[in-house]
């Protein structure tokens, strides 16, 4: 290699490099603030009818329900159901779960989806689902430590599952 | 009177001296860009992940192996693409630097090559099981029932068997066919981890400028190889419609194959240049030979001489008239075009005495601006040397020849006798400094010659060689 091959190979590799760096600093950026949308729509549907609206007036009386704590749990018409999470978008993919409440208790939680982005995040999601799901299942609620190694889909995971949680208004 | 004078008449040897040098350093800097567009190329690999945000995701030691793992991946594989277009026979790359050096370069790229997809493999499994706080074998199962992965552990079989293959001690033990069909594999190996490469990672996700970059590459090597390696090569055949017209014995062993075809200028082959020939009778259509043209071809006639090497080649000597040839080519840069200095030495040793002959025909020469030597171990070895002295007289080249064998346990390429008068390459050539010297022959033979054009103190650029160990 000639001098000026390899001046040349060195100029032009370390400029395509600084620009990658410069592309890539600026996608993590902006990326790395998880941004969650909305929700959609789609929850008014999956909440379907057996949502029983009595307790709408409850999650305003759950604030009181403090002083009125002797009355409050048997009064408050326990709440039953379906409550879909915002979706919550990643770089590997957006995330959504669902909580089936049955007697303001939450019996399960459902992935409606997870970090798909590529194969690799599918297998790191399926790896780390299952241990939420446990987890979010004995703490009721989303206040669970993340899977180590998925911590972008425990972000997530979590973030959807405590909004769900919020519009089940249900307090732990 | 204000007729003017007609313009110089003495400045044509001294444009085409300058035209040489502009044309030789023009093409040096297309080499050079050439090489830096190969090594761009591969910083642009490590860029894809750069820009994807790859760094960000290094927190801990899995996630570094992975990172590594990625772009040895990226890296590795912009190689093997690269190694693709090297061995396509570009016209560029063949004009710019010759086959043969982009085929050395292709070699040196091989080991390197598979190490880094090797590497690629073994850091994604180590940093990913170390992430999933699993342990290696479990990793490579769960790898390997990951959609497209199979494929991908099939392309790096192949590689390793390509790889092996091309080791020179292994090499040796398979014939050129069984080992090109082997090699041929490549193109398999570098196909079948294309999907794995699109889906399971998220440097090459579906939407992003970096796929597109990606299957561009993919393109350009696939499509090079398709047009330059298969598509013209078949068309030219075809075309041109070569058939075997006689065979000629020249000497014991050695033979000129009289070709007959259509158009056959049109291929505008040059002095110097070969083609890799294909005769299709039931014994040797399987066998594709490099051979020169040892003459420059007519618009219906070409004629390549061929001495006796392998059982392939002798069996040439038992062709038919009337044969079909398919030929790809010309390829070559042992051509006058390729000069850069006002003066010409040519060295020939037996069989290569065909594209010395060419070049001698195709150049056009002042009396005394070449020189020409050829040599030989006895006097079964001056074939064409007739044809030779007969174009370095009608040029007004200097013709000298060398006959006898070399002294035992010496490495010179010259014969004893030679040697003993006191004969160097610089008493031959006495102006080499100021030459570019041409030299074909047996590859030990050519080294040695060129060893002493070099410390004589010519440089590389005034050194052309043509050999077809490739």
Redesign the interface.
């Given at each position: 290699m000639t001098k000026r091959a390899l001046l040349l190979s060195v100029l032009s590799s370390t400029a395509i490099l600084v620009t990658g760096w410069q592309l890539g600093s600026q996608a993590t950026s902006s990326v790395t603030a998880t941004v969650s949308p909305a929700e959609p729509a789609g929850s008014a549907g999956s909440a379907p009818a057996p949502t029983p609206l009595p307790s709408s007036s409850s999650s305003s009386g759950g604030t009181s329900s403090g002083t009125a704590s002797p009355s409050a749990s048997p009064t408050t018409a326990a709440v039953s159901g379906t409550f879909t999470g915002d979706s919550v978008q990643t770089r590997y993919g957006a995330v959504q779960v669902q909580i089936t409440v049955a007697s303001g208790t939450i019996s399960e939680v459902t992935a409606l989806h997870l970090t798909d982005a590529d194969g690799r995040s599918v297998s790191i999601s399926n790896r780390a689902a299952p241990v939420l799901r446990q987890e979010a299942l004995a703490a009721q609620s989303a206040q669970v430590q993340g899977v180590s190694g998925a911590t972008y889909t425990s972000q997530a995971y979590l973030t959807s599952l405590q909004s769900a949680i919020d519009q089940a208004g249900i307090t732990p | 009177m204000s007729v003017r004078t007609a313009p110089e008449v003495a400045a044509p040897p001294h444009t085409t001296d300058r035209t040489r040098r502009v044309r030789s350093l023009r093409r040096?800097?297309a080499?050079?860009?050439l090489?830096?567009v190969?090594?761009?190329s591969?910083?642009?690999a490590?860029?894809?992940?750069?820009?994807?945000?790859?760094?960000?995701e290094v927190t801990d030691v899995?996630s570094a192996l992975t990172a590594a793992g990625v772009i040895t991946g990226l890296v590795g594989t912009d190689l093997i693409l690269i190694m693709l277009v090297l061995a396509a026979r570009l016209p560029l790359i063949d004009r710019l630097v010759g086959q043969d050096t982009a085929m050395a370069f292709h070699r040196q790229l091989g080991k390197p090559a598979l190490y880094l997809i090797l590497a690629h493999g073994v850091l994604l499994t180590i940093g990913?099981a170390?992430?999933?706080?699993s342990t290696v074998v479990a990793e490579t199962v769960?790898l390997f029932q990951?959609?497209?992965?199979p494929l991908a552990y099939l392309g790096v079989g192949l590689l390793v068997a390509v790889v092996v293959t091309s080791l020179v001690a292994v090499r040796r033990r398979f014939s050129y066919e069984a080992w090109h069909l082997v090699h041929l594999l490549s193109y398999a190996a570098v196909l079948v981890a294309l999907p794995?490469q699109l889906?399971?990672?998220?440097v090459l996700?579906e939407g992003t400028v970096q796929r597109v970059y990606w299957i561009a590459l993919y393109v350009l090597a696939f499509g090079s190889i398709a047009v330059f390696r298969f598509g013209l090569p078949a068309l030219r055949s075809l075309r041109h419609g070569v058939r075997v017209a006689a065979i000629e014995p020249v000497a014991p062993g050695v033979v000129s194959l009289h070709l007959v075809g259509r158009d056959l200028d049109r291929l505008q082959t040059v002095g110097g240049q070969y083609a890799i020939w294909r005769f299709w009778s039931g014994k040797t259509w399987w066998h594709a030979h490099p051979l020169s043209f040892s003459a420059v071809p007519t618009s219906t006639t070409a004629r390549i001489t061929v001495r006796s090497l392998g059982a392939g080649s002798d069996s040439l000597s038992r062709l038919r008239p009337g044969t079909r040839v398919s030929l790809e080519g010309p390829y070559g840069i042992f051509t006058d075009a390729h000069r850069t200095s006002p003066k010409l030495a040519l060295v020939a040793a037996g069989i290569g005495i065909t594209p010395v002959r060419s070049l001698l025909e195709h150049s056009e020469l002042r009396p005394g601006e070449a020189t020409v030597l050829l040599r030989g171990t006895d006097s079964t070895q001056t074939y064409l040397w007739d044809e030779v002295g007969v174009l370095s007289a009608a040029r007004g080249a200097t013709l000298y020849s060398m006959v006898g064998p070399r002294p035992p346990g010496l490495a010179t390429w010259m014969s004893a006798e030679a040697l003993g008068r006191g004969v160097t390459i610089t008493s031959v050539f006495p102006e080499l400094l100021d030459s570019d010297l041409y030299v074909c022959g047996p590859q030990v033979w050519t080294d040695l010659v060129v060893r002493d054009a070099k410390a004589a103190g010519l440089p590389d650029r005034q050194i052309h060689v043509e050999r077809f160990d490739w």
């Open positions: - | 040096a800097r080499a050079d860009v090489v830096a190969c090594w761009s591969v910083a642009a490590v860029s894809l992940y750069l820009a994807y945000g790859g760094l960000a899995g990913y170390l992430a999933d706080g769960s990951s959609p497209d992965m794995h889906s399971a990672g998220g996700a």
